[in-house]
């Protein structure tokens, strides 16, 4: 079966994907940290992480996209209107027009799964489902969390 990349619309793969490796009190990303302002990020701990990326999975747009291969949830690209995104007022990342853009980052690809096309393949089924929301242009951001591997 081809990898496929569809609206990220099931807790289980983002679990899977973003989710804590041992204790589920642990207090991961979950992709969040751009999605929330900073005080609201750093309030919210440990199981309620989770229990707020499961509520997004339930919105009418899903929170970003997930890559399966066989089946199986293999990489994940975050990907909303950059307006209800708090790196939207940012200084560092200017505003090239007024378009109502969509921003897409945190790329999270499987370890045994890199090396082969699933970020690019994320990228292009990220922009495509924010076209399909009705964005006139969409931006990709890059950070690095300077982590063996990280772009």
Same mark, same amino acid.
């Given at each position: 079966?081809?990898?496929? =990349?569809?609206?990220?619309?099931?807790?289980?793969?983002?679990?899977? $994907?973003? !989710?804590?490796?041992?204790?589920? /009190?642990?207090? =991961?990303?979950?992709?969040?940290?751009? *999605?929330?302002?900073?005080?609201?990020?750093?309030?919210?701990?440990?199981?309620?992480?989770?229990? &707020?990326?499961?509520?997004?999975?339930?919105?009418?747009?899903?929170?970003?996209? @997930?890559?399966? /291969?066989?089946?199986?949830?293999?990489?994940?690209?975050? =990907?909303?209107?950059?307006?209800? $995104?708090?790196?939207?007022?940012? *200084?560092?990342?200017? *505003? @090239? /027009? /007024?378009?109502? @853009?969509?921003?897409?980052?945190?790329?999270? @690809?499987?370890?045994?799964?890199?090396?082969? !096309?699933?970020?690019?393949?994320? $990228?292009? !089924?990220?922009?495509? &489902?924010?076209?399909?929301? !009705?964005?006139?242009?969409?931006?990709?951001?890059?950070?690095?969390?300077?982590?063996?591997?990280?772009?």
């Amino acid at each position: 079966m081809p990898l496929v =990349v569809a609206p990220a619309t099931s807790f289980d793969d983002l679990a899977t $994907l973003l !989710g804590p490796k041992r204790s589920p /009190d642990a207090s =991961v990303c979950w992709c969040l940290s751009h *999605r929330l302002p900073a005080a609201r990020n750093r309030a919210l701990t440990g199981r309620a992480r989770g229990e &707020y990326v499961r509520e997004l999975t339930t919105r009418v747009v899903a929170p970003g996209v @997930v890559a399966h /291969d066989d089946g199986e949830p293999v990489g994940w690209a975050a =990907v909303a209107p950059r307006a209800e $995104l708090p790196f939207a007022r940012s *200084r560092t990342i200017p *505003r @090239v /027009d /007024d378009l109502p @853009v969509w921003s897409v980052w945190c790329f999270r @690809v499987r370890a045994g799964h890199r090396g082969r !096309g699933i970020a690019h393949a994320l $990228l292009a !089924g990220a922009v495509g &489902y924010a076209r399909d929301q !009705g964005a006139p242009a969409s931006r990709a951001t890059r950070w690095t969390t300077g982590e063996p591997g990280s772009t």
